[in-house]
């Protein structure tokens, strides 16, 4: 079940529509049901609750005005799961560059002023 601080994707008539973190789950006065806050990570940021059933925040389709809805939980996949030619690419050291371009050190420069 996703919880507290997780990330969803939430999906609208078959469509990916916002990534979300869950801020938090509080019961509801109806029983079995929840008041879900989201904090949508889109264009322009917002907040809503959704209140819900432990089903639905499961990844069970409901309907929202008449639409058909449902919310997956976003998992980071580890490391050693990735295909070689998707895994992650070493840093480079500074001074290493693309074209031998020279990595500024933005900190040093502003405790120089």
């Given at each position: 079940?996703?919880d507290v601080?997780?990330?969803?994707l939430?999906?609208?008539?078959?469509?990916?529509i916002?990534?979300?973190?869950?801020e938090?789950?509080d019961?509801d006065i109806?029983?079995?049901?929840?008041?879900?806050?989201?904090?949508?990570?889109?264009?322009?940021l917002?907040?809503v609750?959704?209140?819900?059933?432990?089903?639905y925040?499961n990844?069970?389709?409901?309907?929202?005005?008449?639409k058909?809805m449902?919310i997956?939980?976003?998992?980071?996949?580890?490391?050693?799961a990735?295909?070689?030619d998707?895994?992650p690419?070493p840093?480079?050291?500074?001074?290493?560059g693309a074209?031998?371009?020279?990595?500024?050190d933005?900190?040093?420069l502003?405790k120089?002023?």
């Amino acid at each position: 079940m996703a919880d507290v601080n997780d990330i969803v994707l939430i999906h609208l008539e078959d469509k990916p529509i916002s990534f979300a973190r869950i801020e938090s789950i509080d019961p509801d006065i109806k029983p079995g049901w929840f008041k879900v806050k989201f904090f949508l990570l889109q264009i322009p940021l917002q907040s809503v609750i959704w209140i819900l059933r432990a089903a639905y925040i499961n990844g069970t389709e409901f309907t929202m005005s008449g639409k058909r809805m449902w919310i997956e939980q976003v998992v980071c996949p580890k490391e050693d799961a990735l295909p070689a030619d998707e895994s992650p690419k070493p840093r480079l050291d500074k001074g290493s560059g693309a074209g031998g371009a020279k990595v500024i050190d933005m900190k040093s420069l502003l405790k120089k002023r």
